[in-house]
């Protein structure tokens, strides 16, 4: 089984993880600072980003990013690759969820916003710098909650009969159909980038501030969930298993996929649908203003 012992050395290698003050993205950037690589932080809060590194120790920075404002977005990216021209991972993990209907700065659904959005403007964002560097690898973390969400492009911001589950559902399918989408659109290039996907299983974590701590516990209790540490192992087989490979999904073991070593799962049918990927991508640019470039788009 694959665990803690089985991520490679990471020396010489840089590595940008979103939301990785806390939770799951924490525990990323730790296993792979232990490793030898220069993790950049990249949070909404630098004073929370500052403690998260000065615990991490290691080659760390951080960087202010706020994937519900498209100008943050773009700030940070710009500093990113002012500072890294090559960029070995990059670690999409930050999430937002709401039990209200919320919208970011730029009037995207909150959820949708920072989960996918937010994610798909910084990825094309660093492209240039991930391209540059051979071997490199983006991985986009979705959740099990993928299973349940339908893409409706006539109201993609959820206007109307807003559900906050099915939002951030819709949220987690739209980050699949993202990662896949952009391994097809690297392999058509015949880019030496990789583009994967994960996700972390059962896993309490702040993200879900605002929801009932103890009816969730009573619910879901020890049997289904995992530590963070545990939750990252997924992203962290994704992002350095030598023997791991664009277009693949990674996730726990256990009944469910929500508790145990991280191992190739498979996700939904509509995570698949290459036609919705299409339309999903072409509605992302126009959206963010942000453009992929002639050789990865959607033909």
Known sequence: MWGDDDVPSQAGRVAVVTGASAGIGFATARALAERGCHVVLAVRDLARGADAAARIGGSTA???????ALDSVRAAAAELTGTHPKIDLLINNAGAWSATRAETRDGFELQLGVNHLGHFAFTGLLMGALLATPGSRIVTVSSVSHRGGAMDMADLQMRQNYRHT????????????????????LARADAATASLAAHPGGVWTGLFRGANPALLVHTLGRLVTQSPERGALATLRAATDPEASGGEYYGPSGIGELKGAPKTVRANAKAHDQALARQLWDESERLTGVAYGPTLRPS
């Open 62 to 68: 951080v960087v202010r990013l706020d994937l519900a």
């Open 166 to 185: 099915a939002a951030y559902a819709r949220s987690k399918l739209a980050d699949l159909l993202f990662a896949f989408e952009l391994h097809r659109l």
